[in-house]
Every structure is written in C-alpha cells, then in structure tokens.
C-alpha cells in the first residue's frame, strides 16, 4: 500500500494504531520477531516489521520499548539486512531497498514452457505455484517503487555499508543461519547461477526482452487476472494476494483489476486483543464444520436446533457450485463443482478434508431432522 500509494485510505490512523500495537506485542525479548508468534527470531520478519514500523511513522529510534532500535540492533548483529531470505530480497528490490540483482532469477518464461516438463508449474503445490506466479511478474518487469525519502533513510538504516558500494551479485547467496530451514544443494545454486549469468542478461536485452520477455509477462498476467476472477479476487491466501493487487497495479494503476483487488482487502484484516493483523487464510467453512459436528456430538439438538439450522444454511451456502470458468484444465485447475473449499464459496478452490467434512455434517442434520429436506437444501437442483 505504500509502494502504490493508497496507506492512508485503506488503513486509517486507528488501523495503523491497532497495527503497530500488534507488532509491538509479539517482539521477542532479543529485538526480532519469528515467523509466528512463538517462534524465535528471524531475518525475514525482523526486517519486514522493522520496515513496517517505520513506513507507518515510527521514528529509527522510537517504538513502544525502543523497538525500532532494538530490532536494527537484531538486523546488524546477525550479519546485516542482505542477510535476509530470497522473499525479503524480492520485497526490499521491490521498495528500492535492494537492487533487484539481490534476488536469484524468477524468470517469466518458466509459465512459457511445454507442462510435460519435470519443472513446469503445474507440477508444483498450488500455493507455492501462485505465490511465485506474480513474483515472476515483478521479477521480469524489474518494478521499483518511487524512491522516497524514507526508502533512502532506510537504506542508510539497515544497510552496513553504502548502497552504492553493496556486491549484489554475492548477496544472492546470502541468508541468516536463523532463516536457512535447509540448505541450499549445489545443483540448485549452480542453476540459479547459470540463469543469472547466462539467460537474464539475454533475455532483457533487444531483441529477446521484446521476442520472448514481454510475451512471457503477458502469459503470467494472464493467469494472474484467471486466477484472481475465479477467487472473486480473494486469491488463494494473503502471500499471493498483495503480490497480485501489485502486480495489477504495475500492469494498470486504474484498471478494473487492481479496484476489485482493493475492494477485497479487508477480507484479510483481523483485530483481536493484541490488536489487527490479517490472516493468511480464511477458515470459515472448515471452522463451521467441524463446530458443527461438536455441538451435534453435544446431545443438546433441542435446546440448540436453530444454531444448527443456520449452520447448515451457512454450509449450504459455501459450496462451490461450478468449475474454475473456460478451459481450466490449460491453466492448471481441476474440476471444483460440488466441493467445498477452507474459507467460503468465493475462494473457489476446492479441498478435499474441508469437502468431506462438509458433506458430513449436511447429511448429519438431515438425518437428525433439523432442515427440511422436501426443501432442497441439500444442494443445488443438479445434485450438487
């Protein structure tokens, strides 16, 4: 929202209130912050926060307890910001923070290739697939956003030595030992090296950046607006969300696209006693089924038959009633009519333990007489 401009309309001063009290709360003792709430501190987070803080008007040595303070003093005792994992380079190269030749290359033209291949996207895990599908995008475009004040005081900040003076090609390899889960094998650093020595200075020069990049990043932003249509511009979790509303932006800052993105948002925004955050999936039809079958195993049906009716209805409401629209399968969808997906109807993606608790719990309370049955609730006039 800062990048494109729209902070203070989308997040009022009571938001960014509510907001800072959130990171506030859950600093670990060393200055950082994990990757949840328990966990111990990372590079990643600790960055991201420390950026976050100070976007939304804390001063480099303010913050409830001096929490910007004691966060840069994390940063720098654990090797610096290059330090950071390969989505903080993305989201610093982003900013402006970083050049973007920090990051190892995400080229577009991966979605260009035949799907027999071993290493198409199809093959991957549907989040991991639509999390790097708008990263390609940026990556491709080598999208900035406008070089402010505070970006130029961050650098200085976060930095250890002069942004002009950072070897970016080594940062690539870089990550905190707190950040690196698992380690890098050869193979894959000498694939990532090969792209980034031999294929990116090809293709973002003439002719290969008109010939095989520009058609590339259309193919993307097309299944970017596929998968964001088909999700009534949810899109499959939180990552992918703000990364596509982005890249929307870059591709139209006044297109329909990036409007719907925006209406959408607050869908993802939770407040709780520890103030607001967004979570990374909604779980409502997940959560509704599996409350209902505790309070069926309750043996209060009567005392509570108009709680168990409106769940139904609420059920009954979440099922996804049709296919991902046009030819789903040419971009890499499955059939989804009948199912039942982890939040609500419009998310659209299906899942299969969310779908078969669903479906239990529609045919508990028919069978224990709580919805009439002559109605039709039990679906849609096909079946499903």
């Known amino acids: 929202m800062y990048v494109i401009g729209h902070l203070d309309s989308l997040f009022p001063k009571e938001y960014q209130k509510e907001i800072l009290r959130y990171i506030y709360c859950h600093q670990n003792e060393d200055g950082g912050w994990g990757l949840h709430v328990e966990g111990h ?20 040595n303010g913050g409830k307890e001096n929490a910007c303070a004691r966060a ?24 402006g923070i970083f050049d973007w030749c920090a990051c190892n290359p995400m080229p577009p033209e991966f979605w260009m290739l035949p799907s027999f291949l071993l290493k198409h996207p199809v093959k991957m895990l549907c989040y991991c697939r639509l999390v790097y599908m708008p990263m390609s995008y940026l990556y491709g475009k080598r999208f900035v956003g406008p070089i402010t004040s505070l970006i130029l005081k961050l650098r200085e900040e976060l930095l250890t030595e002069p942004y002009e003076r950072v ?32 294929m990116e200075p090809i293709m973002t020069r003439w002719p290969f950046n008109k010939l095989v990049r520009e058609k590339a990043l259309q193919k993307v932003m097309k299944h970017i607006h596929y998968e964001d249509e088909n999700s009534r511009y949810i899109t499959i979790g939180c990552v992918n969300k703000v990364l596509c509303t982005l890249a929307c932006w870059v591709e139209d800052p006044h297109g329909d696209a990036f409007k719907k993105h925006l209406a ?43 709680t168990l009716a409106k769940g139904h209805e609420f059920i009954k409401k979440s099922q ?48 224990s007489a709580f919805v009439n049955v002559a109605s039709g609730d039990c679906g849609g006039k096909d079946g499903t």
């Open 167 to 198: 070897d970016w090609k080594k940062v690539r390899h870089q990550c905190a030992k707190e950040d690196l889960y698992y380690p890098h094998p050869s193979i894959q650093d000498l694939i990532w090296d090969s792209l980034y020595i031999v």
């Open 41 to 60: 501190s990372i590079m990643f987070c600790t960055v991201l926060n420390y950026i976050c803080m100070r976007i939304l008007g804390v001063g480099p």
């Open 72 to 95: 840069r003093k994390w940063i720098h005792d654990h090797g610096g910001v290059t330090h950071v994992s390969s989505w903080g380079k993305i989201w610093l190269s982003i900013l």
């Open 264 to 306: 959408r948002l607050p869908d993802f925004l939770w407040v709780s006693e520890d103030g607001m955050t967004l979570h990374s999936f909604g779980s409502q039809t997940w959560d509704a089924s599996l409350i209902i079958q505790a309070l069926l195993a309750s043996n209060l049906n009567e005392d509570i038959g108009a």
């Open 320 to 367: 996804v009633r049709d296919n991902p629209s046009g030819d789903f399968k040419s971009m890499y969808r499955h059939i989804s009519k009948g199912s039942w997906t982890f939040s609500d109807q419009d998310h659209g993606w299906q899942v299969s333990d969310c779908t078969a608790e669903s479906l239990k719990v529609t045919n508990y309370i028919v069978l």
